[in-house]
């Protein structure tokens, strides 16, 4: 794979080494962003030109894995949303048990003004729509602007340059996180439909080995691999949506890593000793046994479940995400768009996302610090987290996602699409304008 993300040079700077992932992190999901919003356009372009007809004609066309009853037939767009999207969910897991164990929400005090923020960032919005939902046949989707994406809220703040950005960046971080954890919530709890208990057993079988390989030291991906497979197998034919499976699967990986960091400096100082000693005609094969041994070092010194992520974040970032994207932004904007657009669907989605994301961030952050629950981050200002609340609208993804599970009606999910669309558009706009106010008043005070 071509690496498309510039290398980060480590700072020398304390703060900048601690600010060092969250800003590889942004620079994956930014562009991630860019991407995104063209196979957006690409999507709204095809389905809604002359040749509109053969976008959901692609989508359509049935994959079959497997062989005699033992295969698996299901359209391109099932295998994308089921299957794809579970890898989505199995990086998102990894996200979060890092950000449990080592990261924002590693400690109650930390985690708790990102965590009551996402929390106020998902109830207000879901209580709007219902407020304007509850009594109609739309009424099952209030959990569409529930959600954050992450890609594009990071896109949008990088196009903001001021001193507050790296702060701003952290907490947008651990609440998008703590976001995307209610979404697998919610997924899982009210998105699913009749449940098989025996495959659900199964699945509960697959997890338990998961579990005993994690404590019995097992550290190649590939065991992990295979049974997370039959994980999202039994998932998949359960009725719990599979992608679930990809976030319990994630939870199982090891964390912990084999040597610490003064054993890890110890053993790098004698490869390199080593291949710095290196002479005669078989310099060059000692050098090359050196430098193996250092990378057999180096991946001891890192846990798999850190691996893993570095080494998935821009598979899911420039192609799972756009690709889902390019399958399910296809709304068709020709006909009656006003009523559309004043769907009561739309209507909600687009009230939950602009008015209600901004609204249940600020005040449930209001609130926590006010009570004592929770105290607002160094370098942090109400302004700041008022523009982070306002681009918390852009609920692409998730937002998509939750409708293909909510919806079965057609003019339902187009509905809610485009009310995703415009509501997305509304809150990059609104929370870029906010953040640049932020951003000039930080410069101000520098200066």
């Known amino acids: 794979m071509v690496n498309v993300i510039k290398k980060v040079p480590v700072p020398e700077v304390p703060l900048d080494r601690l600010l060092l992932p969250f800003t590889r ?25 002359p040749w509109g007809h053969t976008y959901a004609e692609l989508w359509e066309t049935e994959l079959s894995f497997g062989f005699g009853k033992y295969a698996l037939a299901k359209s391109l ?6 299957g794809l999207m579970a890898v989505f969910f199995f990086v998102v897991g990894l996200e979060i048990k890092r950000e449990m164990l080592a990261g924002e929400l590693a400690s109650p005090r930390r985690a708790a003004f990102p965590v009551i923020a996402a929390l106020g960032g998902m109830l207000v919005p879901a209580l709007l729509y219902i407020a304007l939902n509850g009594s109609s046949g739309a009424a099952h989707g209030w959990g569409i602007p529930m ?19 790296a702060m701003l960046t952290l907490f947008l971080t651990a609440l998008a996180i703590a976001d995307d954890l209610g979404a697998v919530v919610v997924v899982a709890a009210f998105y699913t439909s009749d449940i098989s208990w025996v495959s659900l057993a199964v699945g509960g079988g697959f997890l338990a080995v998961m579990v005993v390989a994690n404590r019995s030291g097992v550290r190649h991906p590939v ?44 053993r790098a100082e004698g490869h390199l000793k080593k291949f710095e000693r290196a002479e005669g005609h078989k310099a060059a ?9 250092l990378q057999s070092t180096t991946q001891e010194a890192t846990s798999p479940l850190h691996r893993l992520e570095d080494q ?79 681009i918390g609208g852009i609920g692409f993804t998730m937002s998509l996602f939750i409708t293909g599970l909510a919806f079965d009606d057609a003019a339902l999910t187009q509905a809610a699409k485009v009310g995703i669309l415009v509501a997305s558009v509304a809150s990059a706009t609104i929370g870029l304008v906010v953040l640049r106010m932020v951003g000039r008043s930080a410069a101000r005070k520098v200066s």
């Open 312 to 390: 998935m974040h821009p598979w899911v970032a420039y192609a799972i995400m756009p690709v889902f994207a390019l399958a399910n932004a296809g709304v068709v904007l020709t006909g009656n768009f006003g009523d559309t657009i004043t769907n009561s669907a739309a209507v909600g989605v687009i009230v939950g996302l602009v008015v209600g994301k901004p609204l249940g961030i600020v005040v449930f952050s209001w609130l926590a610090v006010r009570l004592g629950l929770a105290r607002m981050p160094s370098g942090t200002t109400w302004w700041g987290v008022i523009g982070i609340g306002c």
């Open 77 to 82: 767009l099932h295998w994308i949303n089921d």
């Open 147 to 165: 959600a954050t994406d992450i890609a594009f809220a990071l896109g949008v703040l990088s196009l903001v340059r001021s001193p507050a950005t």
């Open 25 to 49: 992190f942004r620079q994956i999901q930014a562009g991630s962003g860019i991407l995104l919003l063209a196979c957006v356009a690409a999507a709204l372009v095809w389905v809604n030109s």
């Open 223 to 266: 065991a992990y691999a295979l049974l997370g497979i039959g994980l999202w197998v039994a998932f998949l034919e359960s009725g719990i949506h599979p992608t679930i499976a990809g976030v319990l699967a994630a939870m199982t990986i090891p964390a912990s890593r084999r040597i610490d960091t003064k054993e890890f400096l110890k």
């Open 285 to 293: 094969a000692k050098q090359v046994e050196a430098i193996q041994a």
